[in-house]
């Protein structure tokens, strides 16, 4: 069954199109209606809204209370971005009846209303059934008006000969019956070449990801940190593949100077402690976390206030304290439907095993372990290899781009998340 979107502008006939939008409606087709100011003079939009079951449309800014759906459509969850949804939606448009002003509207392109916008947008066979008194529709305006939309491929349902809305008055100008004009729909909708297939959402669509990257610095003193290598490459290339795969991202970034594409939210931190405060504000939020910031194990207790000086120092002995392990934080409040994946450095050995005692301590799903004693692979490379270790096995992404390691690290989200 078709979307048929029937526009209905003023005029006496605007009653036959009542009786349009329940035939068609009765045919089995899901019906939205567009009308104009003055078609309401005529008729009122209660009257089409009961008999399709869907609401009533007038103004290009109005908001659609069914978000583009058609009747026996699921209704979106999210309102449509373009007030255009209608249109791109609808199999064929009729706009019966057509006023004198809304055919030359028409054929002129005017974008005064939903009507005359969907008409010019829509890609569907487009039906045009004019009403009006003789003359109108005798008027060489009128005709010319008829003519250019012929030429752009629209149907026009020449108005019958016959007795006319003012009494007494014969002549061309009577709508055509709604039975022929739904006759003329179905027409069309049989000739009209398939439509292309609604592209497949994107598998990670409204699905929401929390990224940490980068590695932390522990402040010695105001100019002094404790840091590590890590450039946040592999944490940025996750971000870039989950927003291409439609997930709405959040990086938290731990000194990273590489830039990231827009569309991606970015928080800046510095120290573990300031990472662990970002990533406990956003992880209620959030549906996976990616945790692939190398994040400092101790701190110095109590940084100086002052930049120690040399001078006079005999050496300097920093004493360290452990850090919060965010991960395990995280791990402990996660809620049912949440995938936690932490990620590993580690060196040589039996590398994999103590990555998997990490993902049990840690109570996450999965854990990224790479070997870092092999130098070509890792913190400042744009390579990596890895094993990605879960609860019940474990898979091994061979030595590539990091690009394609983060793909193969969503891919294994999206399984965990099924
Ligand atoms: N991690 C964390 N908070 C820390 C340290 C690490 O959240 N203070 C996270 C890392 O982001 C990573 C995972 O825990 O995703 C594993 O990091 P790693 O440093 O290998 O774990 P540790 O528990 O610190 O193990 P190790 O004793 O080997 O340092």
């Given at each position: 069954?078709?979307?048929?979107?029937?526009?209905?502008?003023?005029?006496?006939?605007?009653?036959?199109?009542?009786?349009?939008?329940?035939?068609?409606?009765?045919?089995?087709?899901?019906?939205?209606?567009?009308?104009?100011?003055?078609?309401?003079?005529?008729?009122?939009?209660?009257?089409?809204?009961?008999?399709?079951?869907?609401?009533?449309?007038?103004?290009?800014?109005?908001?659609?209370?069914?978000?583009?759906?058609?009747?026996?459509?699921?209704?979106?969850?999210?309102?449509?971005?373009?007030?255009l949804a209608l249109a791109e939606r609808a199999d064929a448009m009729v706009v019966a009846p057509a006023s004198v002003n809304t055919l030359a509207k028409l054929a002129a392109g005017f974008c005064d209303s939903m009507l005359t916008t969907s008409f010019l947008t829509t890609r569907a066979p487009r039906i045009v059934a004019p009403a009006m008194n003789g003359r109108m529709w005798e008027a060489d305006a009128t005709q010319a008006n008829t003519a250019t939309l012929r030429e752009r491929g629209v149907t026009i349902l020449e108005p019958a000969e016959g007795a006319l809305a003012s009494r007494g008055e014969r002549g061309r100008g009577r709508?055509?019956?709604?039975?022929?004009?739904?006759?003329?729909?179905?027409?069309?909708?049989?000739?009209?070449?398939?439509?292309?297939?609604?592209?497949?959402?994107?598998?990670?669509?409204?699905?929401?990801?929390?990224?940490?990257?980068?590695?932390?610095?522990?402040?010695?003193?105001?100019?002094?940190?404790?840091?590590?290598?890590?450039?946040?490459?592999?944490?940025?290339?996750?971000?870039?593949?989950?927003?291409?795969?439609?997930?709405?991202?959040?990086?938290?970034?731990?000194?990273?100077?590489?830039?990231?594409?827009?569309?991606?939210?970015?928080?800046?931190?510095?120290?573990?402690?300031?990472?662990?405060?970002?990533?406990?504000s956003a992880f209620e939020n959030c549906d996976v976390l990616l945790m692939a910031a190398a994040v400092a194990d101790f701190r110095p207790t109590g940084a100086a206030g002052d930049k120690l000086a040399r001078e006079g120092s005999g050496g300097l002995e920093l004493h360290l304290e452990e850090t919060e392990d965010v991960l395990a934080g995280l791990g402990v409040r996660r809620r049912p439907g949440q995938v936690l994946v932490g990620f590993a450095a580690e060196h040589g050995g039996d590398f994999v095993g103590r990555a998997r005692g990490k993902l049990e301590r840690k109570g996450i799903d999965a854990i990224v372990v790479n070997d870092v004693s092999d130098a070509a692979i890792g913190f400042e490379s744009e390579e990596n290899e890895v094993t990605i270790v879960e609860r019940e096995g474990e898979l091994l992404v061979p030595r590539a781009d990091k690009a394609v390691v983060a793909e193969a690290i969503l891919d294994r989200v999206e399984a965990l998340r099924s």
């Open positions: 069954m078709a979307r048929i979107l029937i526009g209905v502008s003023g005029g006496i006939a605007a009653y036959k199109s009542i009786e349009l939008a329940r035939l068609a409606t009765q045919a089995g087709h899901g019906v939205r209606v567009l009308v104009t100011a003055n078609a309401e003079r005529f008729v009122g939009a209660a009257t089409f809204e009961g008999i399709t079951g869907a609401p009533v449309l007038r103004g290009e800014f109005d908001p659609d209370p069914a978000r583009g759906a058609y009747p026996g459509d699921p209704t979106p969850e999210h309102a449509p971005i373009s007030h709508m055509q019956e709604p039975t022929e004009i739904l006759a003329a729909i179905e027409a069309a909708l049989a000739s009209a070449p398939p439509r292309e297939p609604a592209p497949e959402p994107l598998p990670l669509a409204g699905v929401r990801v929390l990224i940490t990257a980068g590695g932390t610095r522990e402040a010695i003193d105001p100019v002094r940190f404790i840091g590590n290598r890590s450039s946040g490459r592999m944490g940025i290339a996750l971000a870039i593949a989950a927003a291409a795969r439609g997930a709405e991202v959040t990086l938290i970034a731990a000194n990273v100077t590489l830039p990231v594409p827009p569309g991606i939210e970015r928080v800046e931190v510095t120290s573990a402690a300031e990472l662990a405060t970002a990533a406990g």
